[in-house]
């Protein structure tokens, strides 16, 4: 006779996978959960763990330039992950871009004619949360959206930072 009684989704889950693998998934959950002290506060409102696979941890991020950062700084996340993951044996980072939350409600507003030339999209700061709004040019403009504020504010002093050192030489 079969066994109808109410069971817990750990209990099921491990007949269908092992240890390591069960181990390697609450190692990858953890990641997850403790992603702002791996790679800082700020890559952290724009970027979040998707999945690990083949020894490669997938990023998404909110737009290029933060992965550009997030790859400049490849070496330490992954010496982070090593030291307090070691389970996961994660030794490369690969990166996808996810649009900010709200271009999809954006995009859906231009196709009602919500707006004529631009779609308002917020676009989340660096600033406690706050958002901060910003235009998107529609499909017949050719412009590409400007950088988020945060993002605009690093590279310019990046920049700074490299004519400095490039008169310097």
């Not at 890559?43 to 997030?70: C, E, F, M, N």
């Not at 999809?104 to 631009?118: E, F, R, V, Y």
């Not at 993002?151 to 490039?166: Q, T």
Request: proline share 6%.
């Amino acid at each position: 006779m079969d066994d109808f009684r109410v069971k817990k989704a750990a209990d099921i889950l491990s007949r269908f996978f092992d240890e390591t693998t069960l181990q390697a998934a609450a190692q990858f959950e953890t990641v997850r959960s403790t992603w702002r002290q791996i790679v800082g506060q700020r890559l952290a409102d724009h970027s979040r763990p998707k999945s690990v696979l083949r020894r490669t941890l997938l990023i998404a991020a909110d737009h290029a330039g933060w992965i550009q950062l997030l790859q400049m700084d490849q070496a330490r996340i992954l010496a982070r992950i090593a030291k307090h993951y070691p389970e996961l044996e994660v030794t490369s980072l690969a990166f996808t871009i996810e649009e900010p939350k709200d271009v999809a409600s954006a995009g859906a507003a231009l196709l009602k004619g919500a707006t004529p030339n631009h779609a308002a999209v917020e676009w989340p700061s660096a600033t406690g949360g706050q958002e901060a709004t910003r235009e998107i040019p529609s499909a017949g403009q050719t412009q590409k959206p400007p950088l988020p504020e945060p993002l605009e504010k690093i590279f310019s002093r990046m920049r700074r930072a490299g004519d400095g050192h490039a008169k310097g030489n």
